[in-house]
């Protein structure tokens, strides 16, 4: 599911899972695994996180895991993930081609830059689906802004990889095609400097910009796992969903 490359001190964490790189439990503790690894290896200096699959980098977390009994145990790894690349000591990129929505769109702006095609989409769509997302509501007020992040969470329709740039959701917009080859170079700029440098430097942006980061994932994952998986809805919207059918909503 994880296809893993390194060259000259950049690691290469390239997601294969076909069709859309679906994020289920199996794959988020393969996550887990390779960046454990990665931080304690004095070689890798720089991770990004790219896809093997043209046309998207993921399609979001895997729905029929949200559901109970699984939901808790699925949420908690992913948001760990999620928030362990945010904290992470060492510079993370994100290379985005095609689909970024739901959980694919947190992985990807967990990290500390994020380069996109123009062709790119980015979207949470869960409301759609009776749930919300959680990292993304800790998160994206910080990097996006208020207004923008009520967008991006409220509204399920996708934006461009212009707009998310607009949004602050996107670092850097390539041309079609150029993608690999700017990430490559940005990747070898950083992996030039101090590790040492980059991780106190990181952590000084963490500490100035976020410093309730932690307590603000705390609270939107008790929100989601105490609240919102006890509504109606959220069963309702995740069913409704497998079944391929339109929801019922109850507003309950």
Same mark, same amino acid.
């Given at each position: 599911m994880i296809e893993r490359s390194t060259q +000259? /001190?950049?690691a290469y964490l390239a997601l294969h899972h076909p069709p859309l790189n679906i994020l289920n439990q199996k794959l988020i503790a393969q996550l887990h695994t390779e960046l =454990?690894? !990665? @931080?304690? +290896?004095? $070689?890798t200096r720089v991770v990004v996180l790219s896809s093997k699959i043209p046309r998207v980098f993921s399609a979001g977390a895997d729905v029929g895991e949200h559901l109970p009994p699984d939901f808790r145990t699925m949420i908690e790894s992913f948001v760990d993930l999620c928030g362990r690349l945010v904290t992470y000591p060492k510079p993370t990129l994100a290379a985005v081609d095609g689909k970024c929505l739901g959980g694919g769109m947190e992985l990807a !702006? #967990?990290?500390d830059l994020v380069l996109a095609t123009e062709g790119a989409q980015f979207g949470q769509p869960e409301v759609a689906v009776g749930v919300f997302p959680p990292v993304g509501a800790a998160l994206y007020p910080r990097i996006c802004g208020l207004q923008n992040a009520y967008r991006l969470l409220l509204d399920p329709r996708p934006v461009s990889a212009l707009e998310a740039q607009r949004?602050? @959701? &996107? #670092?850097?917009v390539v041309a079609e /095609?150029? %993608?690999? #080859? =700017? &990430? @490559? @170079?940005t990747a070898t700029v950083l992996a030039r400097s101090s590790l040492a440098v980059l991780g106190l430097a990181k952590r000084a942006i963490r500490e100035g910009l976020a410093v309730h980061w932690g307590e603000a994932r705390a609270r939107a994952t008790r929100l989601y796992l105490e609240d919102l998986m006890s509504t109606e809805d959220a069963t309702e /919207? %995740? $069913?409704a969903f497998l079944e391929k059918r339109p929801a019922r909503w109850k507003d309950r």
């Amino acid at each position: 599911m994880i296809e893993r490359s390194t060259q +000259d /001190g950049v690691a290469y964490l390239a997601l294969h899972h076909p069709p859309l790189n679906i994020l289920n439990q199996k794959l988020i503790a393969q996550l887990h695994t390779e960046l =454990t690894a !990665l @931080a304690e +290896d004095p $070689r890798t200096r720089v991770v990004v996180l790219s896809s093997k699959i043209p046309r998207v980098f993921s399609a979001g977390a895997d729905v029929g895991e949200h559901l109970p009994p699984d939901f808790r145990t699925m949420i908690e790894s992913f948001v760990d993930l999620c928030g362990r690349l945010v904290t992470y000591p060492k510079p993370t990129l994100a290379a985005v081609d095609g689909k970024c929505l739901g959980g694919g769109m947190e992985l990807a !702006l #967990s990290c500390d830059l994020v380069l996109a095609t123009e062709g790119a989409q980015f979207g949470q769509p869960e409301v759609a689906v009776g749930v919300f997302p959680p990292v993304g509501a800790a998160l994206y007020p910080r990097i996006c802004g208020l207004q923008n992040a009520y967008r991006l969470l409220l509204d399920p329709r996708p934006v461009s990889a212009l707009e998310a740039q607009r949004m602050g @959701a &996107v #670092s850097q917009v390539v041309a079609e /095609g150029k %993608l690999e #080859s =700017t &990430v @490559a @170079a940005t990747a070898t700029v950083l992996a030039r400097s101090s590790l040492a440098v980059l991780g106190l430097a990181k952590r000084a942006i963490r500490e100035g910009l976020a410093v309730h980061w932690g307590e603000a994932r705390a609270r939107a994952t008790r929100l989601y796992l105490e609240d919102l998986m006890s509504t109606e809805d959220a069963t309702e /919207g %995740l $069913r409704a969903f497998l079944e391929k059918r339109p929801a019922r909503w109850k507003d309950r």
